[in-house]
């Protein structure tokens, strides 16, 4: 059984910084992995995934909207992904959750919430102006 725990969340003010983490644990492939975000009244999106195996390179892979203020990284030691979120701007405000699935994914399936079979409960993220 897989689960997936996430920390990090808080409140902030525009231009700060947050670092959510996802604590991935159980005995199935879960090399690939991402996170999602869902704001009050609208669907879920892609923030960025990462594709990652001890022993090989990671694949990234980031939503053009971020304009490069979120880093997405993974421990294989502690099976721990990480999104570093700079420059935070109200419109970030959501509920963040991490996920995962086995194998590797093309870009465009990386980024799609139907991809991906585990889960964690979310983390709230709330950026104030």
């Known amino acids: 059984r897989v689960q997936l725990v996430e920390s990090g969340g808080g409140s902030v003010q525009a231009g700060e910084s947050l670092q959510l983490s996802c604590a991935i644990s159980?005995?199935?492939?879960?090399?690939?992995m991402a996170w999602f975000r869902q704001a009050p009244g609208k669907e879920r999106e892609a923030v960025a995934a990462i594709y990652s195996r001890a022993g090989t390179i990671a694949r990234t892979y980031y939503r053009d909207f971020l304009e490069g203020r979120f880093t997405i990284s993974h421990n294989p030691g502690k099976n721990t992904m990480t999104l570093q979120m700079n420059s935070l701007k109200p419109e970030d405000t959501a509920m963040y959750y991490c996920?995962?699935?086995?194998?590797?994914?093309?870009?465009?399936?990386?980024?799609?919430?139907?991809?991906?079979?585990?889960w964690g409960q979310g983390t709230q993220v709330t950026v104030s102006s």
């Open positions: 996920a995962a699935d086995r194998g590797l994914k093309t870009p465009w399936r990386a980024l799609r919430p139907d991809e991906y079979n585990y």
């Open positions: 159980g005995d199935s492939d879960t090399s690939a």
